[in-house]
């Protein structure tokens, strides 16, 4: 009888044991899972803290700092002429420059009726473009037979594009238009740069062309501007068939 007892005592400590080992573990799984869930809290605090210090120790620049370097750079300045003058890095230039062309970029194909001559990509906001000729025939190209024209030209070329400033009743024409004053890169926009009598016009790149125009220039980068020119000619050629 003792021995039997003993034995169910034993079995009875043996499953209490049991039960209390499973508790135990039940309880340090939720333990571990607290503490999983604190420490990641932790991690994500303490990268918080350190984006916050780091942007704490470079503040970004103004607007006005950002204007300073557009104008320093549009009067002719190198980048790194530009980067003494404002009292910045010239990786800060370099920012500044490229943030200022991706938001002002402006690409025009410049058609003679329907078929291409010139490529312009303008950077307004620093004063620059680039052209690509499709043409040999200097009447037809945007620039005639400057290959490098300088932004005074530019702008000549959209003033020429655009009805004269003397014309009698232009401030009527202009607030038909919903503008309040003669601005050429304005009236182009709207009016295409459609002059009376002549069939050339610009035809305004749209972003997804951009892109493409871009990764044309990049593969083509170490090739003469005259082998750019045929590559960009074939992918305009689609791109106009697509706008029609």
């Known amino acids: ?20 080992i499973e508790r135990l573990n039940r ?3 939720r333990v571990m899972e607290e503490y999983a869930k604190c420490a990641k ?3 994500e605090l303490r990268a918080a803290i350190n984006v916050a210090k780091r942007k704490k120790g470079r503040p970004g620049l103004s607007t006005e700092k950002k204007a300073q370097i557009c104008t320093l750079y549009q009067q002719g300045n190198s980048m790194r002429q530009t980067a003494q003058k404002a009292g910045v890095s010239l990786g800060t230039v370099s920012n500044v420059i490229d943030e200022a062309k991706k938001s002002s970029r402006i690409v025009y194909v410049y058609m003679d009726r329907k078929k291409p001559a010139t490529l312009l990509d303008i950077y307004p906001a ?16 945007a620039f005639g037979s400057r290959e ?13 594009r ?6 009698y009743g232009i401030k009527k024409e202009l607030e038909h238009m919903g503008l309040d004053s003669y601005d050429p890169f304005q009236i182009v926009e709207i009016t295409k740069g459609r002059v009376y009598g002549d069939g050339q016009w610009l035809a305004r790149m749209d972003q997804k062309g951009i892109d493409q125009i871009d990764c044309i220039l990049k593969k083509t980068s170490k090739k003469t501007k005259e082998k750019q ?3 960009l000619l074939e992918f305009i050629d689609l791109w106009k068939e697509e706008q029609e």
């Not at 620093?126 to 190209?141: A, G, P, Q, V």
């Not at 655009?162 to 014309?167: A, I, K, S």
């Open 1 to 20: 009888m003792e021995i039997e007892s003993e034995k169910k005592v034993k079995d009875i400590n043996k499953t209490q044991n049991e039960r209390e």
């Open 27 to 29: 309880k340090l799984k």
């Open 41 to 43: 809290e932790r991690d």
């Open 126 to 141: 620093i004063n620059r473009l680039e052209i690509w000729n499709f043409t040999d025939d200097l009447i037809s190209r």
């Open 148 to 160: 490098k024209p300088s932004w005074q030209e530019y702008e000549q070329f959209l003033e020429d």
């Open 162 to 167: 655009c009805m004269p400033r003397t014309r």
């Open 229 to 231: 020119a045929k590559a």
